[in-house]
């Protein structure tokens, strides 16, 4: 198994961790200065909403970088959750709303989200491959229809509106501030769980499956379970990106979890780059900023044939996203200056 | 230990293929026996009760049956692409809903149904041809990035088309001699003077069965009887040799690209004439080729057309009987399969 990661992981491994670690401290600390700088709507529309899309594509980028299961599902997991949030703690839709307090809803929603997500992985590997992103689009797009469709569970076209981050610690953690920091918290909790476990054992062993599942196999590793094993950890994500998520909307309703969004997380993830955990960070960042401003440039109505070109673009100039793109400029840079030298 | 390299499935169908043959025939028969006595019959009270009316039920599976048509005719592109491609197709509902948008605009234009049909099937067909020869033959081998344009091209394609024909409904007038309704052989009730009440059904719905019908015979006939259907058949079993046998791969894959392509704007146009055109018929019939596609086995027409049988026959009956969960039943018959039989009922494992 050793002898397997060590074919994976570039033998210069320990200095590339060393100078992402640096990296890793003056983002944490950009991040947490960003602040300061930026306006309540930067704060909450690009600040937040970034963090929780980039969480969600995380949790993609977990599952098709070092799995190599492309899941389009994502997002309705992250849905799951939020409708259980909605359904146990409380809205103004005047259906469901248990109430239960905030600290019982949160890991709860997880959970299920987290549950949903492995039973998705349980019927998606049925099959291995580029089957993997049909099968997850035919049920995400199927939860789609049955969340508008099913009124006793999910309210059905209008879902559930007026859900509320709690209050507590005398915060008001749906304020922008608080809620910035409340989502780069998670964010920075799952990215670092992410990097971390992908360096365990598990995720040594993950990677290999992906690899080279029929040697993992023979060697007496249990493919399957490893695979829905990162379906849960994914779903882990997933879920808590969508409790912020339904709590950053105070409402959630089928279009939430359409197959717009659904593709959308596949968006960022690719165009971010699915190479590391940052990747899809990037992505969404660059996704947001696009969705905001591309108003200015090609109108609200043009939106989506903007992101799609710009897709296209980056699908078909680097596989790997911008994080690709800058692996890809940075040895030839430095090929450059050596010739450069001749 | 070494039984987990590589699972005997050979040995387990060649042991009792016969018998196990046999049991299945059986149980098809029983079926037959069962549907041709709810459909001839005229129905006791108690099943009345049950199924809420025979009429209701009959329909509910015309219905389903006529979905499946219009499922197979959009589906046996898709299908047919990723056999020989591996090229899964996302932008398949957008061929689909583009096909019918071209249909609506040339029969509402020159008054000629038939014309919007065919200009549906050419202009989809050369769509399709153009895609693969600029887009798709660049990624040949890379499945994933090919899977990812398909999706840029769709949602680019969808916000073009809301952009042209916005979100607007439009219905294709099908010709007079199309329309109406026509009286089946099948007795729905009976009046008190001992009068039998035939069931009256849609007949453009019964032209667009026969259509699937003919066309998925016509696809058969062409994988199964012609030199071109032969390559394509030995292409979908091993590309690699196909090609070191000479034949000019790039051209079959072209061919193909172009049928599913046009299959998928045939659909549009004569669907859209049965239901109506609007954004987000794409997503709709996305979904459906993807789950009649996986139920029925990837790279099958055989398999599409039973599961295109399966899903438009869930999909109609669950809107029957219990509308709100309709969606689950289709879903229901996806995990079924994936968990019995993984490659698709029709599929081989690969």
Not at chain 1, 88 to 102: I, M
């Amino acid at each position: 198994m050793t002898v397997l990661a060590s074919t994976e992981q570039p033998v210069s491994a320990g200095t590339v961790i060393e100078k992402i670690g640096a990296g890793n401290i003056v983002l944490l600390v950009l991040l947490v200065l960003y602040p300061a700088v930026a306006s309540n709507f930067f704060l909450a529309q690009i600040g937040a909403y970034s963090l929780i899309l980039g969480m969600i594509a995380l949790s993609l980028m977990l599952l098709a970088g070092y799995g190599g299961m492309v899941s389009l599902a994502q997002i309705s997991v992250a849905g799951i959750a939020g409708y259980t949030v909605a359904v146990f703690g409380l809205n103004n839709s005047g259906v469901h709303g248990f109430g239960w307090p905030f600290w019982i809803v949160v890991p709860f929603a997880t959970l299920i989200g987290a549950v949903a997500s492995a039973l998705i992985g349980l019927i998606s590997n049925r099959t291995e491959g580029i089957y993997t992103i049909m099968i997850t689009l035919a049920i995400a797009t199927a939860f789609f229809y049955f969340t508008q469709q099913n009124y006793s569970l999910f309210n059905g076209f209008p879902g559930y509106t007026g859900i509320r981050a709690p209050e507590f610690w005398g915060v008001a953690w749906r304020d922008p501030l608080p809620f910035y920091y409340l989502c780069l918290g998670f964010a920075v909790v799952t990215y670092a769980a992410v990097l971390y476990g992908s360096r365990s054992t598990y995720g040594l062993t993950l990677q290999a499956v992906r690899d080279n599942p029929r040697r993992m196999r023979a060697l007496g590793f249990n493919v399957t379970a490893h695979k829905v094993v990162a379906y849960f950890y994914a779903g882990v994500i997933a879920g808590l990106a969508g409790v912020l998520l339904v709590w950053f909307n105070g409402r959630i309703s089928p279009g939430t979890i359409n197959v717009a969004a659904a593709i959308n997380v596949l968006i960022i993830a690719v165009i971010g780059g699915m190479r590391h955990p940052i990747g899809p960070f990037l992505g969404a960042i660059v996704v947001v900023l696009m969705q905001t401003f591309a108003i200015d440039i090609v109108g609200a109505e043009r939106f989506n044939t903007l992101i799609g070109l710009f897709f296209l673009v980056i699908v078909f100039v680097s596989p790997d996203g911008l994080l690709g793109l800058w692996g890809r400029i940075k040895p030839h840079l430095a090929q450059e200056s050596l010739r450069s030298l001749r | 230990m070494s039984a987990l390299e590589r699972p005997g499935t050979s040995a387990d169908l060649s042991s009792g293929g016969i018998t196990r043959r046999q049991a299945w025939g059986l149980f098809w028969l029983l079926v037959a026996a069962v549907l041709a006595w709810l459909f001839l019959a005229v129905w006791p009270d108690w099943l009345n009760a049950v199924l809420i009316s025979k009429k209701a039920f009959v329909s509910a599976v015309f219905n389903g049956v006529t979905l499946a048509g219009l499922y197979f005719l959009v589906a046996s592109g898709f299908t047919l692409v990723f056999g020989l491609m591996r090229n899964v197709n996302l932008a398949h509902g957008s061929l689909y809903l583009l096909g019918a948008y071209i249909g609506y605009e040339v029969a509402s234009r020159t008054g000629y149904w038939l014309l919007g049909v065919a200009a549906g099937f050419i202009v989809l067909a050369l769509i399709g041809l153009v895609m693969q020869v600029f887009v798709f033959r660049r990624l040949e081998g890379d499945d994933l990035r090919q899977t990812l344009v398909t999706i840029g091209i769709s949602i680019v394609a969808a916000d073009l088309m809301l952009a042209v024909w916005t979100g607007t409904t439009y219905q294709i007038v099908t010709p007079a001699w199309l329309d109406g309704a026509v009286a089946m052989p099948i007795v729905t009730a009976v009046k008190s003077n001992g009068e039998a009440v035939f069931m009256r059904y849609p007949f453009y719905r019964l032209v667009v069965l026969a259509v699937a019908i003919v066309i998925g015979i016509g696809l058969w006939l062409m994988l199964n009887r012609t030199r071109v259907g032969m390559m394509i058949r030995a292409g979908v079993d091993d590309r690699a040799m196909l090609s070191a046998s000479g034949v000019n791969v790039h051209a079959v894959f072209a061919i193909v690209f172009a049928i599913g392509a046009g299959l998928a704007g045939f659909a549009g146009v004569v669907g859209g004439s049965a239901l109506s055109v609007a954004p987000g018929e794409d997503v709709r019939y996305l979904l459906a080729s993807l789950v009649v596609v996986i139920v029925g086995g990837m790279g099958s027409i055989t398999g599409a057309a039973i599961g295109a049988l399966l899903i438009g026959l869930a999909e109609q009956i669950g809107l029957v009987y219990f509308p709100t969960y309709g969606i689950v039943l289709t879903f229901v018959i996806m995990v079924v399969v994936l968990a019995v039989r993984p490659q698709g009922i029709m599929g081989k494992a690969r």
